[in-house]
Nanobody
């Protein structure tokens, strides 16, 4: 069983930055960030494998950076140039094998952290 605990959400004005953190209790091959806005489906934001291979949703490419500190077993999401449409609950997730941008493939989930971007 892997436990994930997110932190770092908050409110920021458009153009601002936030960094999310996700502390993991065990090893998994793949970890990722997903988000869900009210009334919308959960969508993939960025994923990374234990080998350091990362993928991003088109909507965040060039603005968000996913990284992992293996020594601390902590996943990060640096979010720059934030837009109002980035407003959502952000979730950390982990998978044991593949690393797709599809939420249904992930077994372990954190409780979520709210990100609100005002215009």
């Amino acid at each position: 069983q892997v436990q994930l605990v997110e932190s770092g959400g908050g409110s920021v004005q458009a153009g601002g930055s936030l960094r999310l953190s996700c502390a993991a209790s065990g090893y998994t091959y793949c970890m990722g960030w997903f988000r869900q806005a009210p009334g919308k489906a959960r969508e993939g934001v960025a994923t990374t494998t234990s080998a350091g291979l990362s993928s991003y949703a088109d909507s965040v490419k060039g603005r968000f950076t996913i990284s992992k500190d293996n020594a601390k077993n902590t996943l990060y999401l640096q979010m720059n140039s934030l837009k109002p449409e980035d407003t959502a609950m952000y979730y950390c997730a982990a998978a044991t094998s593949l690393c797709p941008m599809r939420a249904s493939s992930y077994v372990y989930w954190g409780q979520g952290t709210q990100v609100t971007v005002s215009s």
